[in-house]
């Protein structure tokens, strides 16, 4: 016999078996017993409709549900759309969040804990994969942060190799995965890849939501044949499963089918049909088992299949009669009480048994991360430049750049402060354009992230903190980059201040405002979530901070005039005015006469002082509205726990 308790110690302690072996035994088997699985949430009645009252509902998903998994066994969990499956999944992968959830989930006798969440692969019915990666990089980057620290680089990647070899990939290693507009590797080819994510751990207890859907049958073969492999290696393993084929089906050790949130059957696949036919539901015909559980959990008893000849023949489920709803749900009541009678009871005694392997995993002693802070940041770094490359450096947004920067260059060609209103218009342009446009770079990059960030937040695999700083500092470089360039060819067109000082100043103002817009993009984009949402509030935002700023309206009345000490725009213009007219400037306002540049109109309201409070502004700015970005962020891919 495997000794279990030294081999987990040996995996606390980081020592995974070599990459050959990993695929032969589990870690840590693991018994996965739940009882009596009930999971309320609260539903608002008339979302949606014109009903000035909301009604606050209850909705049951989760009816009592029970059974056990020992390692080396596969659960296949069968039933109709919305039956429940996946909130079952999800509950005892330890990641259902909100509603509530009651009875009792053991794991070797012992709650969810974070030993436990090292030792389970969760493959979500959605493949959240970068599109721009390979499967190699996909799958060595997810070594890099997921497999313990004292692993090296090298052993991570042979861990990958073995991972791919295993999972049939070697063809298709170094092509990328692909997204709705890439063609990449195919649907089958991408679900092993996210299989291959959680297999990387060598997890003992592995959760899949639908892995075959979508597939074709020899794929979908192919995937069941691998789980049934690991399965074999002493692992638990759980999955949804929509339509399997009769091939499939019997290569389950277990099955359970829901219908409306209760259990109808649980027990061995090859047992399901004689169960049924004992109380009174059998197919006359030979038919995929897995057919016909569906359609019992449907209660939709085709007159030719069932026996239940009293029961009126349902044509098309579409076009229910009342008449045959009523059926349906006799049937389903029918068969939810036989449950009761006849399997409750050996369900129970199934779970009363003693047979879990007392394993110590001692949760003190395990580090919450597998890798250091800097080893999460850096592997993310690299990641998010590798994926995020080919949206931040696309020549489409350098030409918009160059584009606007060369027009701007020649609308304002070598204007000198004879011409002090078009001047001042150019700042103010300069500090409207880079506004909006940092802003609209940022606002996005959070809610097309939110998927990703959950599932690997869920699974443990970084630290908040090292993913924003990955995140935020990978997009600077291209951030600053484009300002910058703008900046020198509207600077010396428009024929501006030509000395070294001003030029930097202005610069350095440019370049100070965008990591501020881009600090107010990040944060909307977090609070919001909504790519729709938050464009629209971030352009009314930064519309607001515009129009406060002091160039359009002079005269601003009092109750708005506080807003412009919020806006970015505002304290941009004031310091890019700075970098090119000292106080006491004159210009020529008339032939012969000379102005002071401070009371020019479109130079008055914001002044040509006071740089220091604008620069100390901007800076709380920058820092505020990260902050404001990363506590949004916190509630992304944490769940809560009973
Ligand atoms: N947070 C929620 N808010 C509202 N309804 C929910 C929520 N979670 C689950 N449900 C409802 O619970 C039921 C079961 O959902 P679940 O996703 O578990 O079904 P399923 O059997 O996995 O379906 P499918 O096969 O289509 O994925 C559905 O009716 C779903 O609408």
Known sequence: MVDVEAQNQEDIDGEITPAAAIFKKANLPVTLKFEDIVYKIKTEQGRGS??????????????????????GEMLAMLGPSGSGKTTLLTALGGRLGGGHLSGTITYNTKPFSNAM??????????????????????????????????LTKHEKTRHTEAVIN???????????????????????????????????????????????????????QKIVST??????????????????????????????????????????????????????FAPSLAMNPADFLLDLANGNIDRRFGKRRSLKFVSDPG?????????????????????????????????????????????????RWS?????????????????RKHESFSTLKIAQVLVVAILSGLLWWQSDITHLQDQVGLFFFCSGFWGFYPLFQAIFTFPQERMMLAKERSSGMYRLSSY??????????????????????????????????????????????????????????????????????????MLTFLLCSGYYVQHVPRFVSWIKYVSI?????????????????????????????????SVKPVGLGGHAVSVIALGIMIVGYRLIAYLALMRIGVTRRK
């Open 50 to 71: 014109l009903k000035p009252h909301k009604k606050s509902q209850e909705k049951l998903i989760l009816k009592g549900i029970s059974g056990t998994v020992l390692p």
């Open 117 to 150: 969440k090292r030792n389970t692969g969760f493959v979500t019915q959605d493949d959240i994969l970068y599109p721009h990666l390979t499967v190699t990089e996909t799958l060595v980057y997810t070594a890099l942060l997921r497999l313990p620290r004292n």
């Open 166 to 220: 295993q999972l049939g990939l070697s063809r298709c290693k170094n092509s990328i995965i692909g997204g709705p507009l890439l063609r990449g590797v195919s649907g089958g080819e991408r679900k092993r890849v996210s299989i291959g994510q959680e297999m990387l751990i060598n997890p003992s207890l592995l959760f899949l939501d639908e892995p075959t859907s979508g597939l074709d049958s020899t794929t979908a």
């Open 227 to 280: 789980l049934w492999e690991l399965a074999n290696g002493g692992r638990t393993i759980v999955m949804t499963i929509h339509q399997p084929s009769s091939r499939l089906f019997y290569m389950f050790h277990k099955v359970l089918l829901l219908s409306e949130g209760n259990p109808l059957y649980y027990g061995k696949g090859s047992s399901a049909l004689e169960f049924f036919e004992s109380v009174g």
């Open 319 to 367: 076009v229910a009669t009342a008449d045959s709803h009523e059926d349906q749900a006799a049937i389903k009541q029918a068969l939810v009480s036989a449950y009761k009678a006849h399997l409750s009871e050996s369900v129970k005694s199934e779970l009363a048994n003693d047979n879990e392997l007392q394993v110590s995993t001692d949760d003190k002693r395990l580090k």
């Open 371 to 387: 890798n250091t802070w800097w080893d999460q940041f850096s592997v993310l770094f690299r990641r998010g430049i590798k994926e």
């Open 468 to 541: 924003f700083m990955a995140l935020t500092l990978g997009d600077l470089p291209m951030e600053l980059v484009l300002p910058t360039i703008f900046f020198t060819i509207a600077y010396w067109m428009a024929g501006l201040k030509p000395t070294p000082g001003s030029f930097f100043a202005g610069l350095f103002v440019l370049l100070y405002s965008v990591l501020c817009s881009q600090g107010l993009g990040l944060a909307i984009g977090a609070a919001v979530m909504d790519q729709k949402s938050a464009t629209v509030l971030g352009s009314v935002i």
């Open 569 to 601: 725009s505002q304290y941009t213009f004031k310091l890019l005015l700075g970098t090119q007219y000292k106080p006491g400037e004159t210009y020529p306002c008339d032939a012969d006469k000379a102005c002071l540049v401070e009371d020019f109109p």
